[in-house]
């Protein structure tokens, strides 16, 4: 039986009485690939429309230059529709995101036909209109970094701000989108033109 559910607001939140397994869960978001779905660590299943073309575009800069970085330095670039099975066991998926070669040794190709059973080297998250800074914020630091990311850009396009988070805890602002930031040690030689977002 195919249910059809009609979302009036931008987001949605679902628990089911005896949770999902990832089995389950991947079934659910691979029978309704137009929707991004995400399981919190509680088992709390979120769902979200599609974004705008502003916001669209924004990643798809940062996707862009994130393969062109994997195509010479190795390693794969990720867009918004992968999901990343995380230690506590939330299912997310970032904007943007990087698995570096060593992550992926051992990755079958059978593997890459499921969820993704590790945690991104780098993840790049862009602010939408209907995104709560505080939400956000928390997903940078309790999701993302508590769960093992190495670094991750959070990136607030309408006010020209992006904070740097590091897994040593340590964050960083940027303001003004007159400028480049890069990829630190965690991913050498990667820069990315924060003027391509204005």
Known sequence: MLLE???PASEVALTFPNGLSNEAFE??????QELVIEREADGKISIMSPVSLNSSEHEAEFIA???LYARKHGGRSFSSQVAFTLKDGAIKSPDASYLSEDQLVGYSKEDFDHFAQIVPLFVVEV???SDKMSDAVSKMTEVWIKNGVALAWLVDVENEKLWIYRQNGTVDLIEGFDQSVTGEDVL??????LRLLV
């Open 65 to 67: 230059d994130l393969t």
């Open 5 to 7: 559910i009609k979302i």
């Open 188 to 193: 050498p030689g990667f820069s990315f033109d």
């Open 27 to 32: 079934e659910l978001c691979f029978a309704n």
């Open 127 to 129: 602010v939408s209109p």
